[in-house]
């Protein structure tokens, strides 16, 4: 097709937008001959100015005595005006923002950050001190524009000197001002320091007198001495339970209680200052060898073996990130009216020193703690804590409402998610209600696939297609196994995850709350789910919302004195999120499938060997080839139920076999036993492979 010339013809215009309303029967009069072209900018400043513009004349029988404000539209001026008055505030935005921003390291970007947050300090030495509010004070000292030295004082120390605050802040404020793993020095910023600063200014603020004078310090360290009594309750029960050769006795007692109990109080972990109640860690049962180097990769991570784990002595601060990821909640404090919230009290008789209540049949609140043989914990209901009348300035104060006496803190409990969990939006609703809120009714047709596992594209809740198909999702992990003769290789997995039904889900990031107890009593609904996102995570989620560097190697190309690459084993997962549990089923190749193709088989002779089979041995054939299958429902604490399975062989079973029966039951308990170890499906899928291929079914005693 030619390149049109100036001179080529154009197609004739559409009817304008703004033609005229008379009929075109109706001759136009006037100066004006022939259609007028209503949509260019000679003719928009006409039509702004009004009739004036055109000389006063009618158009068509028609006053054009008219604006384009009067049509509902700027005129060409405003709009100049508007367009460049948005793109100046879009400027200032940025600017702005960029001011917010603190900086890489440097001793003048940590004074600014300093004044921005109204921090006082003072030069000493080749460093300063800075006065975090009235509570924390902060010793920084620099080499050039290198911080040399770090120490953090006071917070929540000056109420509970046992919490052990500024040492653990102190290691938390040093990793923020050091590289991430595979950072360079020159691209460290001050961001994660200055959102520590500033946890620390609110809560100092919030404290102030303006505010009535309470001490969220007091407040939060005196929830948490209640928790570490129960913490400690409990640990003593857990290690009471262990012989005492048990290796890693006190780490594994105490990871019980994190996961099965009450949950663990710890202060500054991961690389946020605060006060946490942590209640899940993943792969609880793998403790690392002390004095040995931590594995670099996620194939490290999984040379392990499911009955036989060597295990040593942890370090003491057990806080192995890298291979344990931990879910807790941060207990904070956030404006909010007295008189629509409880507000915080002070104290540290949240329980009492016996902690557990005698058992009272008769009592049918403890009902449950009955049937199920737990103990009733014996919480205490505080007093409220009331504010300080201020001074008398020496005139009429009746009607000064500050100097009422009996007025409460405008100051709630928050527990803040770290990191936010993704739960069905029933749930969501059902743990707010728990603490006496109704929550916001701001919900969007999310889902826990959109939220968890592909955040940075289209919820699948809001395709218009929703609910119309089976959602799919796939990804590629490597593994680390051994094959039959202990020799360690690579295998990929090709994981896909299916969505039969469309379940919204909601992500939540925190939850105010009035005592410690309402925590303590959702920590087994929120294990359900921090459980089953961790497996689906560590499948699914993309590498680069990992943060880790999971690209997965290239098989090497197979050479004549070599054996050739396995082929990639497909794991296929089927998830249900609905509660009241979510429920995984595990589809994978039985082990004397071949894997070279899905469909067909790998050679001509395998077609024909099939063909002269008879119809019984195809059968059986066909039966000891039939995928495997196992169906999980995650329960509250995380306790994994097998509702369905094909693995552990069951034969005749009765009455006059009761010792089979208990045997098939070990072997599908054993199914659920080996992913609570393990915590990854791929792995899991390997494990039930090589039992499956040793025996041609679990066996029990292995």
Not at 94 to 120: F, M
Not at 540 to 560: R, S
Request: glycine share 8%; with cysteine.
């Amino acid at each position: 097709m030619a390149t049109p010339t100036p001179s080529t013809n154009t197609p004739q215009r559409h009817l304008p937008a703004f033609s005229s309303p008379a009929p075109r029967s109706v001759p136009h009069t006037g100066a004006t001959t022939g259609m007028m072209n209503y949509d260019s900018p000679a003719m928009l400043n006409m039509l702004s100015e009004g009739g004036a513009a055109l000389g006063g004349v009618p158009m068509g029988g028609v006053n054009m005595d008219i604006s384009l404000s009067q049509l509902g539209l700027p005129s060409a001026s405003a709009m100049g005006r508007a367009d460049e008055a948005e793109r100046t505030r879009r400027l200032h935005n940025i600017i702005d923002t960029l001011k917010q921003k603190p900086g890489r390291i440097s001793e003048g970007n940590v004074l600014a950050l300093c004044t921005r947050l109204g921090i006082h300090f003072e030069k000493e030495g080749n460093g300063y001190i800075l006065a975090v509010g009235e509570s924390n004070l902060l010793e920084i000292s620099f080499r050039g524009d290198e911080v040399e030295k770090i120490e953090l004082q006071g917070g929540f120390d000056m109420h509970n000197d046992k919490i052990g605050f500024g040492e653990t802040g102190t290691k938390i404020l040093t990793r923020n001002l050091q590289p991430l793993p595979g950072q360079s020095k020159i691209n460290v910023t001050l961001e994660r320091f200055a959102e520590n600063l500033e946890k620390l200014v609110m809560l100092d603020k919030l404290g102030s007198p303006q505010h009535g004078g309470v001490s969220c310090y007091n407040a939060i360290a005196g929830v948490y001495t209640s928790l570490q009594k129960l913490f400690e309750h409990e640990k003593k029960a857990a290690l009471s339970i262990l012989d005492d050769d048990t290796p890693n006795r006190r780490h594994r007692a105490e990871r019980e209680v994190l996961c099965k109990k009450s949950g663990r109080p710890r202060p500054n972990t991961g690389n946020r200052l605060g006060l946490n109640l942590e209640y899940w860690m993943d792969r609880r049962h793998i403790i690392p060898r002390s004095g040995t180097k931590k594995p670099s990769s996620e194939k490290g991570k999984e040379k392990m073996e499911l009955d036989s784990q060597e295990e040593t002595l942890l370090p003491e601060d057990d806080d192995d990130l890298s291979l344990n990821k931990v879910y807790s909640l941060t207990l904070e404090c956030e404006a909010s009216p007295s008189t629509l919230y409880t507000p915080i009290r002070v104290s540290d008789d949240w329980i009492s020193d016996e902690i557990e209540k005698p058992t009272d049949p008769n009592d049918t609140n403890n009902l449950n703690n009955i049937l199920l043989n737990t103990p009733s914990l014996d919480w205490q209901d505080p007093k409220p804590t009331f504010l300080e009348p201020p001074a008398s300035t020496g005139e009429d104060d009746a009607m000064n409402l500050d100097a009422a006496p009996g007025r409460l803190p405008n100051i709630r409990f928050v527990a803040k998610f770290n990191p936010p969990l993704v739960v069905p939006l029933t749930t969501y609703i059902s743990l707010y209600q728990s603490v006496g809120i109704e929550p916001q009714q701001d919900f969007l047709a999310t889902t826990f696939v959109g939220l968890a596992l592909r955040p940075n594209e289209l919820d699948p809740g809001m395709n218009g297609t929703a609910g119309a198909s089976t959602h799919e999702i796939r990804s590629t992990r490597s593994t680390l196994v051994r094959d039959d003769d202990r020799n360690e290789k690579d295998r990929t997995h090709n994981f896909s995850l299916y969505v039969p039904k469309m379940e919204y889900s909601k992500k939540i990031e925190s939850l105010p709350f009035a005592h410690p107890k309402q925590l303590v009593e959702i920590l087994p609904i929120l294990r359900q789910y921090a459980f089953t996102t961790s497996l689906l995570e560590h499948s699914f989620l993309e590498p680069a919302e990992q943060g880790k560097n999971l690209h997965m190697p290239t098989p090497p190309t197979a050479q004549q004195d070599e054996k050739p690459a396995d082929p990639p084993l497909p794991l296929d997962i089927n998830l249900s999120y609905t509660p009241p549990a979510p429920r995984l089923t595990l589809h994978v190749p039985h082990p004397s499938s071949t894997l070279s193709s899905a469909t067909t088989p790998a050679s001509i002779s395998d077609l024909l060997s099939g063909l002269l089979l008879d119809a019984d041995a195809a059968g059986a054939a066909a039966a000891s080839r039939a995928p495997l299958k196992v169906t999980l429902d995650v329960h509250m604490n995380g306790e994994l139920v097998v509702s369905e399975q094909n693995v552990a062989e069951g034969g005749p079973a009765g009455e006059e076999d009761l010792e089979r029966a208990q045997e098939v039951e070990k072997r599908i308990k054993r199914l659920g036993r080996a992913l609570d170890v393990v915590g990854d499906l791929g792995v899991w899928g390997e494990w039930l492979r090589r039992e499956v291929g040793r025996g041609g079914g679990l066996n029990v005693e292995r």
